[in-house]
């Protein structure tokens, strides 16, 4: 499992003073920390960014790819948003992502083929729904396969998020449980294996603890790895997550198989 | 997953010094700490017990059902100890274990009978060796559900024990990736809901630290529950090690559905 930093999001306050101060410098500083330690990617996260969405996405991936070469993920809803992104960037980049809604379908899947990029293709319905089972998770990502394909997308540049419920949800143990069967299992149904990305932190959003909220995360994050998972978005700060994602992919899947490895 | 304490061995000087002084407190005082943790279920681990198994085994199964009604896995490799032990039963037992060695076929797994008790079969060889791949490790399992039929033991008596390696061993890593598929794919495999067990402590055996073994067996445990596992036999005194397992019952497969249950 490669761990993709999620710890660049608009909602934190200070990136939202960096980026109403055009100053890099806090972003520069998270991000070199995140890849301190040992994050494979950076989610960028800048949220739909209203008006000017330009100016803003390209802010934020200039700063990024002055201090580090990792890939990136172009975080955002908004197509303006993603179109400056995916042209700002020099390091690799994943477009995350897209959906069956038809905006998406039109503005964003495109960009995937225009520069030859990886794109994220969420498990939702066109309406933004979650699905609510197994069964209509695969329905939809062969929706989303062959939406790509019609786009001149080959299905091997789409990274399936099967969308990781909030467990605060009044049924999201249960949608987790199904996630975990949607991951291990899509590879055989789609017919090639299929990359899947998912975020961790989505689980314990209102969680009751903090300490609840690692265990579950480090928990779940296990099953994740064990059920085949390929790249994990978490807070690559907190070392408990991070010890406990690197011991699973070691369990789980990966070319490691020394004990003096577990880091 | 139903949590069973391991933590009365005799490989632990204070339960080595009871015996040899027949004083059945420091024994009782450990059994009504792991009661108070929520074990579901004591492991006496007594070892073979040398010369006068039989008094040596009666100590402890009358030390430990005199502080609790809990049901006691009585855990030998000797048939006169065990012998003894279920003899001296009267909460209900679980034999721990036989294997296709032939004394254990011929002088432990009848007592499942005799005793209408469950009985834990061990994935391992007439030699004791233990298989190297999942396939071995069926056939095993299906030799020791064919042994326990002959013997009038019901196959829904046997709870397969696929042997946890220490990931100290050269391939450890690959068995107990191994050991996952089993646990997985043993029920659909025998045809019916074959219950299994698993001993987490095994797996950090001679562990670099501490803080590494813990973080290696939480992740294990989830993989466990995820894969199925019936019965984890654990430090049940390690609330780090508790919670991860209770967490992972939880989003594996078991009936709360409440994210205020988490504990």
Redesign the interface.
């Given at each position: 499992m490669k761990l993709i930093a999620d710890n660049l999001r608009i909602t934190r306050p200070e990136m939202r003073r960096a980026l109403q101060q055009f100053d890099p410098a806090p972003v520069q500083d998270l991000v070199k920390a995140c890849e301190a330690r040992g994050a494979w990617a950076i989610d960028v996260n800048t949220g739909p960014l209203g008006k000017c969405a330009d100016i803003g996405m390209t802010f934020f991936i200039e700063a990024v790819q002055a201090v580090t070469d990792l890939p990136l993920l172009i975080d955002t809803a908004n197509p303006d948003a993603m179109t400056a992104g995916v042209k700002a960037a020099r390091n690799r980049i994943i477009i995350n992502g897209f959906s069956l809604e038809p905006c998406k379908l039109e503005q964003i899947l495109p960009l995937a083929r225009k520069h030859d990029a990886d794109i994220v293709g969420f498990l939702l319905y066109p309406d933004s729904r979650v699905p609510t089972d197994a069964a209509q998770r695969f329905a939809v990502a062969l929706d989303l396969i062959a939406a790509a394909e019609a786009a001149g997308v080959a299905k091997e540049r789409v990274i399936i998020d099967p969308v990781i419920p909030p467990?605060?949800w009044s049924?999201?143990?249960?949608q987790?449980?199904q996630v975990?069967e949607v991951i291990h299992t899509l590879p055989d149904l789609l017919g090639f294996p299929v990359r899947t990305i998912g975020g961790i932190s989505n689980l314990g959003t209102s969680?009751?603890d903090i300490k609840?909220r690692l265990?579950?995360e480090?928990?779940?994050?296990?099953?994740l790895?064990?059920?085949g998972l390929d790249y994990g978005l978490l807070d690559i700060l907190n070392p408990d997550l991070v010890?406990?994602a690197r011991?699973?992919g070691?369990?789980?899947?990966e070319d490691?198989?020394?004990?003096?490895m577990?880091?």
């Open positions: 467990l605060a049924d999201g143990i249960v987790a449980r975990l969680a009751p609840k265990a579950v480090q928990t779940y994050l296990a099953m790895a064990a059920a010890q406990a011991v699973s070691i369990l789980a899947n490691i198989f020394s004990w003096g577990v880091p």
